[in-house]
């Protein structure tokens, strides 16, 4: 995989990394400087590969690059090349296919209906499993993305429209996806039947947009109109017209409750709540949970801050920015050496030493998940003469994998997937270390706790509870049983 640093992450990887974001303006008369935008306001989504593809009533144009949206997108020459009132683009982080620019998105292909592009946040769990039947029937595949499975499929479906064509394709899908397709004859969005990945609706003048965020909408200066429904496909023709489908019934929705405690921006609404006020009730239920005796609070930032703000109020102990980050630390810095490699933490976070000196501090960040990085803060604190440093996360202990668009290390390297409480604790060296709860979590978003029986989100990295059917790890875990291979296990 191609060496690039998310400018929200550390050196080692250690966080949770979303797959990727979309953008589709359609009925636009700059269709592709305002995809541009959007893609802008969804850098976080995804650092690796940006594309655009246009379309000007006759030939469809495509533009994509390695690396940000500003460097492939900032001239007036590479908006030129994509003309038309319709476009669509993705930023991506790669994990289903790996990197290179044959994987980039949107994918095309010329149908015997025409052109068809997609762009695609999420991951399809029986990709594998679909892309051997294809193969066998003559598929010839271009990339090694499992978005690439869903144009096959549209392409071998014997119906006659091309949204009908498009559900059937997806009625064979396992997982999770968030879809912006371009055709001759319009633009169609959809979710998949849970609503896992997050898309919304837009306005703009006689333009309808699509986004992975409201805060894309806002960027380009669009009206939020409403969250496409789980299940839901959203066709829009050139004459303006939207038709709405819902194929699949009615199904209990289960979006990922992951885009409140990190993934989307604090600005953006999701699941009609602002993200920014569930991060800090997130912190106000870990307060009442896991009180501490402190001096200071001090988030990590910068995704520790809303929940840090939430744990001061309710806790009564000051918030202080007891960490500063470093804003210009980006993909193209000079790495250190071997032997300098461990102090890479602190090219992004510094201590405010005569700050935290002497002082019990309590520290809030989003989540753990290898723990490296959370070693190394409260070795910083320390360093920094800190009396105490207690850690509060603000989710549950994450302790299982993501098969749906998050790039998540394998279990065996979960810091919870492979210890209790007390070892990892211990390991990261904090004097205490808690985490909020699964029903203080669900509080937080509007809930009263997580019901048991039919949960309002998916929360399968913290509960192992998956919402669907995992074909493809179900087929690796007996490939790697008949090896004698060992496995984690899969709740």
Known sequence: MTNFTHPFLDLDGDKLREECGVFGVINGAEAAATCALGLH??????????GITSFDGAEFY????LGHVAENFATGESIAELPGHMAAGHVRYSTTGGAGLRNVQPLYADLA????????NGNISNSRKLRQELVEKGAIFQSTSDTEVIIHLVATSRYPTMLDKLVDALRLVEGAY???VETPRGMI?????MGIRPLVMGKLGDATIFASETVALDVVGAEFVRQVDPGE???VDFDGTIRTHRPFGNISPRPCIFEHVYFSRPDSIFNKRSVYESRKNIGIELAKEMPCEADLVVPVPDSGVPAAIGYSQQSGIPFELGIIRSHYVGRTFIQPSDGARHAGVKRKHNANRLLVEGKRIVLIDDSIVRGTTSLKIVQMMRDAGAKEVHFRVASPPTGHGCYYGVDTPERSKLLAGRMDLAAMREFIQADSLAFVSIDGLY????LE???????????ACFTGDYPTSLTDLAAKKDDDAQLDLPVGKVA
């Open 443 to 446: 509080r937080a978003v509007g």
């Open 41 to 50: 306001a969804l850098q976080h989504r995804g650092q690796e590969a940006v």
């Open 189 to 193: 969005a959809c979710r998949d039947p």
């Open 233 to 235: 496909f959203v066709e």
């Open 449 to 459: 706790g997580r019901d048991e029986g039919c949960p309002q989100y998916c929360d």
């Open 178 to 180: 968030a879809l912006i």
């Open 62 to 65: 495509t533009r994509r690059g």
């Open 113 to 120: 209906s025409g052109g068809f592009a997609v762009a695609h």
